[in-house]
T-cell receptor, first 113, second 116 residues
Framework: DVKVTQSSRYLVKRTGEKVFLECVQD?????MFWYRQDPGLGLRLIYF???????EKGDIPEGYSVSREKKERFSLILESASTNQTSMYLC????????????FGSGTQLSVL | AQSVAQPEDQVNVAEGNPLTVKCTYS??????LFWYVQYPNRGLQFLLK??????LVKGSYGFEAEFNKSQTSFHLKKPSALVSDSALYFC??????????????FGKGTHLIIQP
């Protein structure tokens, strides 16, 4: 089975800190994604990547950046964390192809105090 | 732009009864459609997808979904609900004309509660 691993299950940070969320997939997938999940809002796409060193903005990229130096790893960076970035962050990967499903990690619950 | 609507925040069903979780979509072209389930404190798990062909799609855990192009709907169904089906369900869509690299567009989710 495909495994998507997010490095932290729970994370507590202070306002203004730089935060790194790490995600690793083990199935050689081309595409990787970062979503945030908020109650009543569903999942919203922050950034995605279709190849190493390639990145594209999703629907809500403000306040975030990403890095993909290796195919299996996709990092989400909060340059200066703010309280409105308190959320559940979900990483996903998929093979290339529009009919392919996404495989999700277990999520990181980030609290910014 | 593509979008998904899940009109019910919560659906309550008695155990053993049939269940339906509603989903409608909007895309400029033809859609690929997906259902995912999320159990508490877990990531999303894939249930089923519609690609082409038969409008009735069967998936994991006895779930199925019916694609209706004229009504732009993709409702999730199960003939007999189990208490263990209680979870948060997400419908998602992607336009076929895209390459897939831009992810899926998700609905806001529906809480399904199965009462013993």
């Amino acid at each position: 089975d495909v495994k998507v691993t997010q490095s932290s299950r729970y994370l507590v940070k202070r306002t203004g800190e730089k935060v790194f969320l790490e995600c690793v997939q083990d199935m050689d997938h081309e595409n990787m994604f970062w979503y945030r999940q908020d109650p009543g809002l569903g999942l919203r796409l922050i950034y995605f990547s279709y190849d190493v060193k390639m990145k594209e903005k999703g629907d809500i990229p403000e306040g975030y950046s990403v890095s993909r130096e290796k195919k299996e790893r996709f990092s989400l960076i909060l340059e200066s964390a703010s309280t409105n970035q308190t959320s559940m962050y979900l990483c996903a990967s998929s093979p290339s192809g529009a009919n392919e499903k996404l495989f999700f990690g277990s999520g990181t619950q980030l609290s910014v105090l | 732009a593509q979008s998904v609507a899940q009109p019910e925040d919560q659906v309550n069903v008695a155990e053993g009864n049939p269940l339906t979780v509603k989903c409608t979509y909007s895309v400029s072209g033809n859609p690929y459609l997906f259902w995912y389930v999320q159990y508490p404190n877990r990531g999303l798990q894939f249930l089923l997808k519609y690609i082409t062909g038969d409008n009735l799609v069967k998936g994991s855990y006895g779930f199925e979904a019916e694609f209706n192009k004229s009504q732009t709907s993709f409702h999730l169904k199960k003939p007999s609900a189990l208490v263990s089906d209680s979870a948060l369900y997400f419908c998602a869509v992607r336009d076929r004309t895209g390459g897939g690299a831009d992810g899926l567009t998700f609905g806001k989710g529906t809480h399904l509660i199965i009462q013993p």
